[in-house]
């Protein structure tokens, strides 16, 4: 993967007075309630510039990132979790991977998203569209993944994973999703929130944080004064007896690479590289999907691998 630089001089300046970006995992309540909250204000800015996205598609493939930042703490080790969005709107679909160890990556079937008029708010339900979620735990030593999938019922990514996990997993769940936009149109914080009951949770628990939930003061707006999400979540929920678990790294990250694309040149078929070498076009251009990284290959440089591969040059 190769990171694109952020131009903005304001914002380079900004993001780096700003702590690491991050995830913690806390417990609630006597450890009746499960939370994992993320600070990605780096993450999602990096995820801007490397995919040229404007301010709706940012805000869209964000909360995407966000989300998959927070599901990622459901796995451990090498574990990754696949979060899929299929839907008949302008969006189009979603796809974000991420992994327990903190790389977030994935892509906008749509960039830009296709607009007949220009939006009047940030309500998501029409550029969705029917759709479905899927999650997938892609565990490490198991040959498939274990997906579950639930059909859209809000066009709002947050509602609508709470509702997947109610009814994928029966397990009472809340997310908050958070982008802070300053007056430049810039993301100057961004963070979320994973709320998950544990077994034997009280229900009354429940309701007192879903209540909460509505009064809490924002997320990204909270983190774009440099503050950081554990004083957070240690603040917001003081009074339920915050108990911390664990910290972990989180970042923009792809492990594609031009050894990666090379391979893949070198194994296609004689025919297929024969065409490539006789029809390019050059410089041969290969882009990954999830980091949007532009892997160019001259004329002579395919002439020279392909002849590596035991494939004819031309």
Not at 34 to 44: C, G
Not at 51 to 74: D, I, R
Not at 85 to 111: M, Q, T
Request: net charge negative.
């Amino acid at each position: 993967m190769i990171k694109k630089k952020i131009e903005d001089r304001d914002l380079q300046e900004h993001l780096a007075a700003l702590p690491d970006d991050g995830r913690e995992v806390f417990l609630l309540h006597n450890d009746q309630i499960r939370v994992t909250a993320i600070s990605a204000t780096k993450l999602i800015n990096q995820m801007r510039v490397n995919h040229e996205l404007g301010l709706l598609e940012t805000y869209v493939l964000g909360q995407a990132y966000l989300a998959g930042g927070l599901l990622s703490a459901t796995v451990k080790g090498n574990d990754r979790i696949q979060l899929s969005i299929d839907c008949g709107g302008p969006i189009g679909g979603v796809f974000v991977e991420s992994w327990a160890v903190g790389a977030v990556r994935g892509y906008l079937k749509h960039n830009p998203i296709p607009l007949k008029e220009s939006l009047k708010s940030l309500d998501l339900n029409e550029l969705y569209g029917p759709g479905f979620i899927s999650v997938s735990k892609i565990l490490e030593g198991h040959k498939s993944p274990f997906t579950g999938q639930t059909m859209m019922a809000y066009g709002d990514l947050a509602k609508d994973l709470a509702l997947h996990y109610q009814q994928s997993e029966q397990t009472p769940s809340m997310f908050m999703l958070s982008l802070n936009f300053n007056k430049s149109g810039q993301v100057s914080g961004s963070g979320a929130l994973f709320l998950q009951a544990m077994p034997g949770c009280d229900e009354g628990v429940l309701e007192e944080l879903e209540n909460l939930s509505t009064k809490l003061p924002s997320i990204g707006a909270y983190l774009a004064e440099g503050k950081t999400i554990r004083s957070y979540v240690e603040k917001q929920f003081e009074t339920y007896q915050v108990r911390h678990l664990a910290s972990q790294f989180m970042a923009f990250s792809c492990p594609c690479s031009r050894e990666q694309y090379t391979r893949y040149l070198q194994h296609l078929n004689k025919e297929e590289q024969k065409d490539i070498l006789v029809n390019g076009p050059f410089p041969l251009e290969l882009v990954c999907v999830n980091c949007n990284t532009h892997y160019h290959y001259e004329r002579f440089e395919l002439e020279h691998l392909l002849s590596e591969a035991g494939g004819d040059t031309v």
